[in-house]
């Protein structure tokens, strides 16, 4: 039986932790031989009643997701020489996130990184912190440096 090539998984979005959570997830995928998966859930504003206005929210909820992932995708490629898998699900993170770790049974490990804020973890870190699911999840911490990611990873 060959041995399963890890996969990596990291939530995109606009926060600052989520460039140390990208970081880390690419140099482990590097030093391990893994591949790079990235998400980010094309979010529309709140629901308008009108069809051609609720279809652009859509297309621009889905051009800043896009937007958001080539930007990732760059930096994974640069530090590492990986191409990332890229995936743009509609709808909310949490909802997104969890539909796409049951579909995609080559995801080995997501990786998050706690909010440097003192309101508490994030939702995602909330979310895999109190539920129980069926993929390892590694947190680092959201305040690491660039060299101590390194170091880590």
Known sequence: MAERIRKFLVVIDKTPECQVALRFATRRAQHTGGRVTLMCA???GEFQQWRGV???????AHAEAEALL??????????????????????????????LLKEDKDISILVLASAAAKEGPGPLVAMFGSAVQAIPVTIVPGTFT??????LA
């Open 42 to 44: 094309a979010t529309p």
């Open 54 to 60: 609720e279809e652009i929210m859509k297309d621009e």
């Open 70 to 99: 080539h930007h990732a995708a760059k930096t994974v490629n640069d530090l590492s020489g990986i191409l990332p898998e890229l995936v743009i699900p509609y709808g909310s993170v949490t909802e997104a996130l969890s539909k």
């Open 146 to 151: 660039d060299a101590q990611v390194d170091a």
